[in-house]
């Protein structure tokens, strides 16, 4: 991973070059969001979620930085719901201009709206709406989490190959499940495939008991179909439809195969090591806002390491630009769209055991890209900040 930087590293030392002293300062800024009562307390949230991803980012970054004199530190800040989002925003941006935010949407667009982050570089590592790259977008505000139309992208294509074009959905009523559905079938109409049916997920019956009465009642007016997609992003009920559902089907989405940012079955291209290193430290396995918060510092560390600079304008315009790519351990050098801030990235699709595919599919060509071909493209997208 740190191959290229070593090198880089070495030779400026090799030639007695001068180092200007480089300092970044971060700050993982958490804004604490009480959770609704689901069915099921099997996975609890770790306590660290998030915040331990900065940390491995933190660790990976210095790595590099003691060949090359640079400093980094990291700070945590957790706000109560309760407590005053603004103010920490604000003491944030004062103790530096980067910042990892793992808040809802309309938090992070407060911070970034805040007149002292007007020239900071925000990291979005958690909130996967898609209104933040698009009408709501703003250019001091980049993404590492991927959006939900990236992950459904990433799904429908994947239906596309094995030609499970019949589909129906059930969808839960948190917000969450609302716009993951709605990613659902945005991808569904962009890849030509059918929505025969949808329900909602209504009922509040203990299914750690009667999943095998409800479950296949709720599904059996949908006929036959191939696939049944769930959206449960709150993990609350979609656990008890596999194996129950009336027509005997695959499920996919939020739960069977699900499309997913990281997950502890990526195996492939180094990231076993990383995963390794990250259980060393954090002692459980990586989720996806562990990923999205340490891919936020590693590419902070990578366009320090290619700029020497720790001016936020020289890295934005960096880590924005054609010549950045970050080692993520998927497969593929990552790097950022320039019109509206998001990480371009492969999509695992995995099941709780393996990696079933790894998207882009061979075959969904772009003319840029193949990563190009999971989200909102260039050209129907409604960011316009990126452009001023």
Not at 133 to 142: G, Q, T
Not at 254 to 273: D, I
Not at 296 to 325: C, H, K, N, W
Request: aromatic letters at 10%.
């Amino acid at each position: 991973m740190f191959r290229f930087s070593f090198v880089l590293a070495a030779l400026a030392l090799a030639s007695g070059a001068t180092q200007a002293e480089v300092a970044i300062s971060v700050t993982y800024l958490q804004q604490e969001v009480e959770r609704p009562p689901v069915l099921s307390n099997l996975d609890p949230i770790p306590e660290d979620l998030g915040m331990a991803g900065a940390e491995l980012g933190l660790a990976d970054n210095l790595t590099t930085a003691k060949f090359l004199g640079h400093k980094y530190d990291l700070t945590v800040t957790t706000v109560p719901e309760s407590g005053d989002w603004a103010q920490a925003a604000r003491q944030a941006l004062a103790n530096g201009p980067f910042v990892i935010l793992d808040a809802p949407a309309q938090a992070q667009l407060e911070v970034a709206d805040l007149p002292e982050a007007a020239g900071a570089v925000l990291f979005n590592a958690s909130a996967p709406d898609v209104s933040l790259r698009e009408a709501e977008c703003r250019a001091n505000l980049l993404h590492t989490l991927p959006s939900d139309v990236m992950r459904t992208d990433a799904l429908a294509q994947f239906l596309v190959k094995r030609r499970w074009d019949e589909i129906v959905l059930v969808a839960g009523e948190h917000p969450g499940d609302q716009a993951f559905a709605e990613a659902l079938k945005y991808s569904l109409q962009k890849f030509r495939l059918k929505l025969q049916a949808e329900k909602t997920w209504v009922f509040d019956a203990d299914l750690r008991r009667n999943a095998a009465q409800e479950v296949p009642l709720f599904t059996q007016d949908f006929g036959d179909y191939d696939v049944l997609l769930v959206a449960d992003e709150l993990d609350d009920f979609g656990r008890y439809i596999p194996f129950n559902t009336w027509e005997p089907r695959p499920v996919a989405g939020s739960e069977g195969l699900q499309p997913v940012t990281w997950s502890r079955v990526v195996e492939q291209w180094g990231a076993v090591q990383m995963q390794n290193r990250f259980a060393d430290q954090a002692g459980r396995a990586m989720r996806p806002k562990d990923y999205a918060a340490w891919a936020a510092y590693r590419a902070l560390g990578e366009a320090v390491t290619r700029t020497q600079s720790d001016d936020p304008a020289v890295l934005r315009d960096y880590i924005l630009s054609d010549d950045f790519e970050l080692a993520g351990f998927k497969g593929r050098a990552m790097n950022f769209r320039a019109w509206n801030g998001q990480l371009r990235q492969p999509i695992p699709l995995v099941t709780d055991r393996a990696v079933v595919a790894m998207a882009p599919l061979e075959g969904f060509l772009h003319q840029r890209t193949e990563l190009d071909t999971l989200g909102i493209d260039e050209a129907e997208s409604q960011c316009q900040a990126f452009k001023e």
